[in-house]
């Protein structure tokens, strides 16, 4: 089993960045895609951005693409997520995941089978 860790969230102003980090343990994080999702208050999760388990294909919803990055170290079994150009809309709690067994990545929640505990980024001035 897969244990994931996210941080890096808070509270910013509309266009600030902010950086989350997904720390890894318990597998080999070379061996899985990964995955960043959100869910905002009343609403259901949804897909942000996904990289493969080698980092060199990535994926992104079309309401963050051009804002968001998303990155991995596998040297140091982390996961990242670059987000610039914040809106209200992206306030919601983050969470990453692992698609455990696959190398290739996924924009379907379902093909995840470990998740963290997210954190909260709130876009507000």
């Known amino acids: 089993q897969v244990q994931l860790e996210e941080s890096g969230g808070g509270l910013v102003q509309p266009g600030g960045s902010l950086r989350l980090s997904c720390a890894i343990s318990?597998?080999?994080?070379?061996?899985?895609?990964m995955g960043w999702f959100r869910q905002a208050p009343g609403k259901e999760r949804e897909f942000v951005a996904t990289?493969?388990?080698?980092?060199?294909?990535?994926g992104y919803a079309d309401s963050v693409k051009g804002r968001f990055t998303i990155s991995r170290d596998n040297a140091k079994n982390t996961v990242s997520l670059q987000m610039n150009s914040l809106k209200p809309e992206d306030t919601a709690v983050y969470y990453c995941?692992?698609?455990?067994?696959?190398?290739?990545?996924?924009?379907?929640?379902?093909?995840?089978?470990?998740w963290g505990q997210g954190t909260q980024v709130t876009v507000s001035s």
């Open positions: 990289i493969s388990a080698g980092g060199g294909f990535t």
């Open positions: 318990g597998r080999t994080s070379s061996w899985f895609a």
């Open positions: 995941a692992a698609r455990t067994g696959r190398t290739d990545r996924s924009s379907r929640e379902y093909d995840y089978g470990d």
